[in-house]
């Protein structure tokens, strides 16, 4: 009865608790209340205080991410929802978790649709009062793709959409580069000078050519992978288009994990002016930048 009343009494506050199950829902959530509406912003209600989910990457059609909130005193109930989405999903706030003792709590199952668009995405919680007022959020950065990433100590990912022929373009700390016609940033020695027979495995390795020579993949992707680890430094990711093949223009996003934690993400636009750039090494747009 007391979660009943919680989710009556936060659903009173702005935009009302709706009947709608939700099932088109940007967000999908197991056992909350649909909120039809933009997130509610912030009121002089209890801050959020941390937000944290199992795994970086959310695979698309599935609802089997488990998240666990931190909510300040005072917290009744929590809204979560995505970063411009209008609408969202309500829960009553839960008993402290055991290492946080004075905080109420929100866990619960979250997934996203069939047709959520590939790439980044933020997710946010808001703890409310009795009264209706809210508090600062907590989010965590995510990515939504068609399935995990590859294992690796550091991985890299491009991923578009159409029949265009892109190029992932890493650069290490160390100042080599891989990308589809040089595949490895480790650079060998000098010739004369010996060279470990396996030293190879301490760059990061492109692992196929997506729709190279506008083949067109299913779905397109690239990735740059450390299997040791990676060198300590400043990495830089580019996007080179090699050719539209017809096409008028290719949405991409990358992403860097560190053993499967997201360090950064970004979206982009390549179009046939990208094209008519010069291509090789150091070539294409810059999507991101992170230091290990």
Not at 90 to 97: I, K, N, R
Request: net charge negative; charged share 15%; glycine share 12%.
């Amino acid at each position: 009865m007391r979660a009943a009343l919680a989710l009556v009494a936060l659903a009173g506050c702005s935009t009302p608790a709706s009947p709608d199950p939700g099932l088109t829902a940007r967000l999908q959530i197991a056992g909350a209340q649909y909120r039809p509406g933009a997130l509610p912003s912030p009121s002089g209600g209890p801050d959020a205080l941390a937000l944290h989910t199992r795994h970086s990457v959310l695979t698309i059609g599935e609802v089997r991410e488990k998240i666990e909130g931190v909510l300040g005193p005072g917290t009744r109930s929590a809204v979560i929802g995505i970063a411009g989405s209008e609408d969202g999903w309500l829960l009553p706030a839960s008993v402290p978790a055991f290492d946080t003792p004075d905080d109420p709590s929100v866990a619960t199952t979250i997934g996203l649709p069939d047709d959520f668009p590939p790439g980044p995405f933020t997710l946010i919680v808001l703890g409310g009062d009795g009264d209706g007022r809210f508090g600062a959020p907590a989010t965590v950065d995510l990515v939504a793709d068609a399935a995990p990433p590859p294992e690796g100590e550091l991985v890299i990912a491009l991923a578009w959409d159409g029949v265009a022929d892109l190029d992932l373009h890493v650069v290490d700390a160390l100042g080599g580069e891989a990308w589809s016609d040089d595949p490895n940033t480790w650079v060998p020695p000098p010739p004369g000078e010996p060279v470990d027979p396996m030293a190879y495995l301490t760059g990061g390795i492109l692992d196929h050519d997506g729709n190279a020579n506008c083949h067109r993949d299913g779905r397109p992707n690239e990735h740059v992978i450390w299997t040791m680890p990676p060198p300590a430094g400043n990495y830089i990711v580019r996007v080179d288009a090699r050719s539209m093949c017809g096409g008028p223009s290719a949405a991409w996003y990358v992403a860097a994990y560190r053993n499967t934690t997201l360090l950064g993400a970004a979206r982009g636009v390549s179009v046939d002016l990208d094209v008519q750039e010069p291509h090789g090494a150091g070539a294409g747009v810059l999507a991101l930048r992170f230091t290990l």
